[in-house]
Nanobody, 120 residues
Framework: QVQLVESGGGLVQPGGSLGLSCAASGNIFRIIDMGWYRQAPGKQRELVAEVTGSGSTNYADSVKGRFTISRDNAKNTVFLQMNSLKPEDTAVYYC??????????????WGQGTQVTVSS
């Protein structure tokens, strides 16, 4: 199938920066959209940022101007640069990819999640 592996989470101080990366592998025919979601305790998972198949980007209002998403289609990777981090950014961050497999099935795939904690 398709596997997404995230890396780069950790503990940072408010105002600090952190970079998250995600690599997709497996029986991939084509990756359409790639992005990052996050889920804080007791809250619903929300979109943080995404890069569509056409190359456009979308950001949650809460992270605009602070986070930057980029994508390397050749490597099937997506990267999230997070600057000026706030305590409210604390959450488990999940990589997401909408992909078509070699069996011609198209659906969303998810990484295992990586913890980002912003605290002094």
């Amino acid at each position: 199938q398709v596997q997404l592996v995230e890396s780069g989470g950790g503990l940072v101080q408010p105002g600090g920066s952190l970079g998250l990366s995600c690599a997709a592998s497996g029986n991939i025919f084509r990756i359409i959209d790639m992005g990052w979601y996050r889920q804080a305790p007791g809250k619903q998972r929300e979109l943080v940022a995404e890069v569509t198949g056409s190359g456009s980007t979308n950001y949650a209002d809460s992270v605009k101007g602070r986070f930057t998403i980029s994508r390397d289609n050749a490597k099937n990777t997506v990267f999230l640069q997070m600057n000026s981090l706030k305590p409210e950014d604390t959450a488990v961050y999940y990589c997401n990819a909408r992909a078509t497999t070699l069996r011609y099935n198209t659906r969303d795939f998810w990484g295992q999640g990586t913890q980002v904690t912003v605290s002094s």
